[in-house]
């Protein structure tokens, strides 16, 4: 499958972002899908999940009660809800999907596909 990342860009503190991401594939719905991001000079890391049926949903610490993940499989496309921004939301935000079922979902490695990623600039 390919996923398509979009919405990234330049916001100020405390504005918001949608992020979309599209796949190719109309199977989608079979797919476990998730955000990372990766900032300058960082790891990629995990920002959320959410299960193919949506739900469940899991969020990292560091997003949680600002950023919401959500899903349209008719429309196989993922969203990242991404409100009260702070500058160290900084980084590329990348999709991905996962067929795997019943594993950590948090961990980089159950992700088969990627998408380019898109960036999100945060000024203070």
């Known amino acids: 499958v390919q996923l398509q990342a979009s919405g990234g860009g330049l916001v100020q503190a405390g504005g918001s972002l949608r992020l979309s991401c599209a796949a190719s594939?109309?199977?989608?719905?079979?797919?476990?899908m998730g955000w990372f991001r990766q900032a300058p000079g960082k790891e990629r890391e995990f920002v959320a999940h959410i299960s193919w049926s949506g739900g469940s949903i899991d969020y990292a610490d560091s997003v949680k009660g600002r950023f919401t993940i959500s899903r349209d499989n008719a429309k196989n496309t993922v969203y990242l809800r991404m409100n009260s921004l702070k500058p160290e939301d900084t980084a590329v935000y990348y999709c991905?999907?996962?067929?795997?079922?019943?594993?950590?979902?948090?961990?980089?490695?159950?992700?088969?596909?990627w998408g380019q990623g898109t960036l999100v600039t945060v000024s203070s």
């Open positions: 991905a999907a996962s067929v795997l079922s019943g594993v950590y979902y948090r961990d980089l490695d159950v992700y088969a596909y």
């Open positions: 594939r109309r199977t989608f719905s079979v797919y476990a």
